[in-house]
């Protein structure tokens, strides 16, 4: 399959004529496409690649930092994923289905919360161990309410383009699951929501109504996702090559280097710098462009 480098942003003909200039000094050719239209606030434009010999981490830095000086998204994928062949596409929940991370939310109603916020930070940038700083957190939230937890959920954000992401892959019969290192509790409503296919998330102990500041069975790291990924996808019979993973933090690197398609979505810095695909300027349903899709296919399936 071929390869193709998409933009992403604020992309004007005279941006268009630097970044071909910068395509024929590293001898790239390929084919031209406008994905979006006259409705659309943004531009993304998708070159697919006729050259054949690409070194994809040098092509990947050069994009990154072109990415971080224009605030254009420039995103080179190794070959193309095709929609309407069903894959896999499995997501982090926490600041990537929705806009929050609900150990924060929670510590905010135990009256903690940045004391907890600045510590998810940390583990989000790979500054610290996921699974030692998971138990600490979930420790100091001993005691707090269950019932706390139905107005988290209700006051939380949902990402943009949720809803258009998941109408489209499940109309091209696609099997989406939720990788979460939060928690079941809504990460099993987002599902519901959306009609996701299924939920890999950490489980609270619950004994009298409070958290006792444990959970339950294994804790959904970045390597347990990395595995669950596997998993589903031999359980699915599905090519590798079909294969779609979303996260924004430092315990998702393992699924999205290992995905076909693998989509850092608002990343933070370090995970920019060694996801296959950083994207900043969309929502989750950028990766339909990634996809090849255009903005009038998809208003087709989803209005």
Not at 13 to 26: G, I, Q
Not at 48 to 72: H, K, Q, W, Y
Not at 197 to 217: C, F, M, P, S, Y
Not at 253 to 271: D, E, I, S
Request: charged share 20%.
């Amino acid at each position: 399959m071929s390869a193709s480098i998409t933009l992403i942003g604020s992309v004007n003909p005279e941006y268009l004529n630097k970044f071909n200039a910068w395509l024929d000094a590293r001898d790239l050719q390929g084919s031209i496409r406008l994905l979006t239209d006259a409705e659309d606030s943004f531009s993304v434009v998708q070159l697919v690649l006729s050259t054949s010999a690409i070194e994809d981490s040098s092509v990947r830095a050069e994009l990154l930092a072109l990415s971080n000086e224009t605030g254009i998204d420039h995103i080179y994928q190794s070959s193309m994923l095709d929609i309407k062949t069903p894959g896999v596409a499995v997501f982090d929940m926490d600041s990537t289905l929705i806009k929050a991370e609900v150990m924060d939310e929670l510590a905010v109603e135990a009256g903690i919360g940045e004391q907890i916020s600045a510590v998810t930070a940390s583990a989000m940038r790979g500054e610290i161990d996921f699974v030692e700083s998971f138990v600490q957190r979930l420790a100091l939230l001993k005691g707090l309410s269950s019932e706390v937890m139905d107005g988290v959920y209700k006051r939380i954000q949902h990402m943009d383009g949720i809803s258009t992401l998941m109408k489209v892959l499940h109309h091209y019969g696609w099997h989406t699951a939720i990788l979460s290192g939060g928690f079941t509790y809504f990460a099993d409503r987002v599902q519901a929501e959306y009609g996701m296919t299924e939920v890999h998330a950490n489980v609270l102990e619950i004994i009298d109504n409070q958290l006792t500041g444990k959970h339950l069975g294994a804790i959904v790291d970045g390597e347990r996702k990395k595995l669950l990924l596997t998993e589903i996808v031999a359980t699915q019979n599905i090519d590798w090559q079909q294969t779609i993973a979303c996260g924004d933090g430092a315990n998702d690197l393992l699924m999205l280097n290992r995905a076909a398609l693998g989509v850092a979505l608002h990343a933070k810095p370090l995970v920019r710098e060694q996801a296959p695909c950083p994207m900043n300027n969309l929502g989750l349903d950028g990766i339909l462009y990634l996809l090849g899709m255009t903005s009038e296919e998809i208003r087709e399936l989803t209005d």
